[in-house]
């Protein structure tokens, strides 16, 4: 109602660059709110790591962030893709954190067909052994020009969102939510309790 609220942006599938690309469109809200934006590990400017990610580590994780900052709840969630379903988890584990969520274009909390999640598999490996080998940056430049308004960024900033993208889908934290998929979509809902 007053628009003082605590916004914690939870990003999609190998987005590590939502903490700064996303700030053309967040820069209103972020006018009256604070918005928090949390690197998972293996994103942006965060450490990767060998922890297998599953939606109980993941949501975690970004609670242990915002103690370590000292930022109490309650949390609007700004969940993107994935974040969706680890924000669907967070608030059905922990609801007096969360005083709402937002899906923007979230994945839904069903179970994840094995075919598809065999084909997710083998598109993010080629992605993670195409960063291995120094070919990813070049890749991500074509895919990402043909995504983005990339005639509203610098060379600076389309460089930066290059190296993020190709940094995070070459992180074994991303390569570990991509084969965990299936499994953390069926954890979220087998978990899933009514609320009013």
């Known amino acids: 109602e007053n628009g003082k609220h605590k916004i914690v942006c939870c990003s999609g599938l190998n987005d590590g660059t939502m903490n700064f690309a996303w700030r053309n469109m967040t820069k ?3 006018k009256d709110n604070q918005l928090i934006f949390i690197d998972r590990a293996g994103y942006g400017f965060s450490e990767d790591t060998k922890t297998d990610r599953t939606v109980e580590q993941i949501v975690e994780d970004y609670r242990t962030v915002l103690k370590n900052m000292d930022e109490e709840g309650p949390y ?16 059905n584990k922990y609801p007096d ?6 899906f923007m274009d979230g994945s839904l909390c ?3 067909d094995e075919e ?15 960063e291995k080998v120094d070919l990813e940056p070049i890749f991500m430049k074509s895919v990402y020009g043909a ?8 060379n600076k900033e389309l460089d930066m969102n290059v ?12 390569m570990s939510e991509v084969n965990l998929a299936y499994q953390n979509a069926k954890t ?3 978990n899933l309790k009514p609320n009013d």
């Not at 609007?76 to 379903?85: D, V």
């Not at 598109?123 to 052994?129: D, S």
Request: glycine share 4%.
């Open 147 to 154: 995504l983005a308004d990339i005639d509203s960024m610098t």
């Open 110 to 112: 069903t179970y994840i």
């Open 97 to 102: 954190e969360i005083e709402d969520v937002i």
């Open 188 to 190: 979220v809902l087998d």
């Open 28 to 30: 209103d809200i972020e």
């Open 116 to 130: 598809e999640t065999a084909n997710l598999k083998k598109k993010w490996h080629t992605l993670n052994v195409a």
């Open 76 to 91: 609007i969630l700004l969940a993107h893709s994935i974040g969706g379903l680890y924000s669907t988890y967070w608030q």
């Open 163 to 174: 190296y993020m993208f190709s940094k995070t889908s070459g992180s074994h934290a991303n």
